[in-house]
């Protein structure tokens, strides 16, 4: 009986080991397989422009944006906005419902496919205070970015919409109880 069992787990061993090379061939021919690191320069630039973000400062949007930039969220498959300009105007936009944005210090890392690809993504928390809830809330975040080349040429967010409804909501009753001026 011994030698049965000990039969069994040196052939056990000999799969596992030849599964395992074989996982590893299959991985690096796997066109959606790569390497990844963390805050390597694009992993920086995509951090430093978060926090420029925040302070209301889009200066970077040209160097950092492609022209044909496409930007989605986790809540919708539809492009909410293309362009630099759109971006910039988006942006501001946050800005007119929120002040006192932050990011955490969060991971971000760059992503190398092995099709070619590069994305970056920024896990982290972002805090901010409603302009009209006087609502100071954090909340997880991801941020997706696609490069080509230098470019940032698509961006997805993911975030619980819920805070941003609910501020745009109250803007929203902010500006029809204000009185009418001509």
């Known amino acids: 009986m011994k030698k049965l069992i000990v039969c069994l787990l040196v052939?056990?061993?000999?799969?596992?080991?030849?599964?395992?090379?074989?996982?590893?061939?299959?991985?690096?021919?796997?066109?959606?397989?790569?390497?990844f690191t963390e805050r390597d320069e694009k992993g920086k630039k995509m951090f430093e422009n978060l926090v420029r973000f925040t302070k209301e400062d889009f200066s970077y949007a040209n160097d950092y944006l492609s022209p044909n930039f496409q930007f989605k969220t986790a809540a919708d498959t539809a492009v909410v906005f293309?362009?630099?300009?759109?971006?910039?105007?988006?942006?501001?936009?946050?800005?007119?419902?929120?002040?006192?944005?932050?990011?955490?210090?969060?991971?971000?890392?760059?992503?190398?496919?092995?099709?070619?690809?590069?994305?970056?993504?920024?896990?982290?928390?972002?805090?901010?205070?409603?302009?009209?809830?006087n609502i100071t809330a954090t909340r997880p975040m991801q941020i997706w970015v696609k490069w080509e080349g230098d470019k940032v040429v698509s961006q997805m967010d993911m975030i619980d919409s819920k805070l941003i409804l609910e501020e745009a909501a109250a803007a929203a009753a902010a500006a029809k109880a204000a009185p009418a001026t001509k």
């Open 82 to 133: 293309k362009g630099i300009d759109q971006a910039v105007a988006y942006w501001k936009q946050v800005h007119v419902l929120f002040k006192d944005l932050s990011f955490s210090e969060g991971r971000v890392h760059t992503f190398y496919l092995n099709n070619g690809e590069v994305r970056s993504a920024y896990f982290g928390q972002i805090t901010a205070t409603g302009k009209f809830t």
């Open 11 to 35: 052939s056990a061993s000999f799969l596992s080991c030849k599964e395992a090379t074989d996982a590893k061939k299959t991985a690096s021919q796997d066109p959606l397989s790569g390497t």
